[in-house]
C-alpha cells in the first residue's frame, strides 16, 4: 500500500534536547511538507521541499531544520532553539506543480505529538 | 496574500441533521486552488475535495455537497442526513496558482450527537 508513514507517534522531549521526526513516503511524490499544528488552530507550515536536495522555509521554520537527501525521506528536527515545541507535527507530499489531476493535493501522514517535558 | 477564514469554531447537531461549514478566502490570483480536509480523532487529514477557480460547478458526492461562489469568495461544505462518523475537525485551504503551499482555515470542530 502507498503511503505516508511518520515516527514515532508519540514523543517525549527534554528541554534543550534536538529530537528528530521521520517521514517516510512511497507514493512516488516529488514534493514534501512539514506543518504544526497547535491545540483548536489549523495548520501552519514549517519547512517545505520541491526536490531532492532543495528545500525551503515555510512560515514558521525558526528552531527547526530539514533535510531531502533522498526522495522518499524528509525527516524534521526540532531544536533546543524552538522555544515552545509541543505540538502535533503532520508531514505531508504531492506530485509536483504542472500535474493538473492532482495539482497541490496533498496527502498527510498520522502524524507525531511531541511533548517537551 | 492568501488568507482562509472559517468563522465556526465547532458545531454541534443531532444525528440526520444536515449541516454547512462556511469556508472564506482571500486571494489576489486569478487562477488558485480550494480544498477541504476531514481530520478524524486519529488525527491524520483525509482529502475531501479540489476545486480550481474557473469551475464554479457544485460538486455532490453521496451526503456531501460543496457550494463555491466567487461573487462572495466562499467554499461551504454541507453534510446532509449527517451521522456519528461524521464527527472530525474540518479544514478548508486554499493554494495559489504561484505558490507551492496551501494555507489552511482553523478548522471548524464537528459534533455530531446520537
Known amino acids: 500500500d502507498g503511503g505516508i508513514t511518520q515516527s514515532p507517534k508519540y514523543l517525549f522531549r527534554k528541554e534543550g534536547q534536538n529530537v528528530t521526526l521521520s517521514c517516510e513516503q512511497n507514493?512516488?511524490?516529488?514534493?514534501m511538507y512539514w506543518y504544526r499544528q497547535d491545540p483548536g488552530q489549523g495548520l501552519r507550515l514549517i519547512y517545505y521541499s520541491q526536490i531532492v536536495n532543495d528545500f525551503q522555509k515555510g512560515d514558521i521554520a525558526e528552531g527547526y531544520s530539514v533535510s531531502r537527501e533522498k526522495k522518499e525521506s524528509f525527516p524534521l528536527t526540532v531544536t533546543s532553539a524552538q522555544k515552545n515545541p509541543t505540538a502535533f507535527y503532520l508531514c505531508?507530499?504531492?506530485?509536483?506543480?504542472?500535474?493538473?489531476?492532482?495539482?497541490?493535493?496533498?496527502?498527510f501522514g498520522p502524524g507525531t505529538r511531541l511533548t517537551v517535558l | 496574500a492568501q488568507k482562509v477564514t472559517q468563522a465556526q469554531t465547532e458545531i454541534s447537531v443531532v444525528e440526520k441533521e444536515d449541516v454547512t461549514l462556511d469556508c472564506v478566502y482571500e486571494t489576489r490570483d486569478t487562477t488558485y486552488y480550494l480544498f477541504w480536509y476531514k481530520q478524524p480523532p486519529s488525527g491524520e487529514l483525509v482529502f475531501l475535495i479540489r476545486r480550481n477557480s474557473f469551475d464554479e460547478q457544485n460538486e455532490i458526492s453521496g451526503r456531501y455537497s460543496w457550494n463555491f461562489q466567487k461573487s462572495t469568495s466562499s467554499f461551504n461544505f454541507t453534510i446532509t442526513a449527517s451521522q456519528v462518523v461524521d464527527s472530525a475537525v474540518y479544514f478548508c485551504a486554499l493554494s495559489e496558482e504561484r505558490a507551492q503551499k496551501l494555507v489552511f482555515g482553523q478548522g471548524t470542530r464537528l459534533t455530531i450527537n446520537p
Open positions: 505531508a507530499s504531492s506530485l509536483p506543480k504542472g500535474l493538473a489531476l492532482s495539482y497541490n493535493e496533498q496527502f
Open positions: 507514493l512516488n511524490h516529488d514534493a
